[in-house]
């Protein structure tokens, strides 16, 4: 099972946003970007996976995010929609995916949910 984290930004995140977020979750991890399904993936230096993130997705219709996420607070429309993974059993790989998502909310006036 994995655990699972949502970046919900009220401004699109550019490629240096990503970078920055991608920083602050681990500066040594390792990056494998996987183009064709605009797929992000970090690596701890041992080989773990911690983190595997999809290109942002952009949400017009208003209350989606709350419907989708079963959320009861207010989500601005429209919002960023950037969901990321991590193997669920290793708690490195959740604080990587919640630092990255922490940064990437932060500095795109956003706000996060995750599965646990």
């Not at 930004?9 to 240096?16: L, N």
């Not at 977020?21 to 605009?38: D, Y």
Request: with cysteine; aromatic share 6%; hydrophobic share 40%.
């Amino acid at each position: 099972m994995t655990f699972d984290m949502v970046a919900l930004c009220r401004e699109q995140p550019d490629t240096t946003v990503v970078i920055a977020a991608m920083q602050a979750a681990g500066p040594k991890l390792k990056v494998n970007t996987i183009e064709e399904a605009q797929l992000i993936e970090l690596y701890h230096p041992d080989g773990r996976l911690m983190l595997t993130t999809e290109g942002a997705r952009l949400v017009q219709v208003p209350g989606e995010p709350r419907r989708l996420l079963g959320i009861t607070d207010e989500v601005p429309t429209p919002v960023w929609w950037v969901e990321s993974r991590s193997p669920g059993a290793d708690p490195d790989a959740e604080a990587v995916a919640r630092e990255f998502t922490r940064a990437l909310a932060a500095q795109t006036e956003g706000m996060s949910w995750s599965s646990r």
